[in-house]
């Protein structure tokens, strides 16, 4: 729905787009309305899905394997868990690789 906002073609890389489609996206993400007309019981209330994909993350250093000093942690990846801590020590573990990562890269 965004991108067909934007009369930028869905399938054009991402590294390809000029500086005024990039910030035309930015502006409308910011702007972009969503209406919540309900919630659901907390219990159903889990995570968000979806993100990076892990197979291209270094799991030690938590750096993308696609460009190099790119580092990834938390629910930016591509994991989910159901509650009672999981989501949380994702976190927290993949945060700690990341910072020790890039400590690494200086």
């Keep these: 729905v965004l ?13 390809q787009l000029s500086r ?9 993400m910011k702007q972009f309305p969503v209406r ?3 919630i659901d019981d907390v219990k159903n209330a889990i995570v968000t899905a979806g993100g990076v994909c892990v197979r291209e993350v270094d799991p030690k250093t938590m750096e ?3 460009c190099r000093g790119l580092f990834f942690a938390g629910e930016v ?3 989910d868990g159901y509650t009672g801590g999981f989501n949380l020590t994702i976190a927290f573990s993949t945060g ?3 910072g020790s990562g890039t400590n690494k890269k200086e």
């Design 3 to 15: 991108i067909a906002r934007t009369g930028i073609s869905p399938t054009k890389p991402v590294n």
């Design 20 to 28: 005024e489609e990039r910030m035309t996206v930015v502006r409308l």
């Design 36 to 38: 919540i007309d309900a």
């Design 64 to 66: 993308s394997k696609l």
């Design 77 to 79: 990846l591509d994991v």
């Design 96 to 98: 700690y690789a990341a």
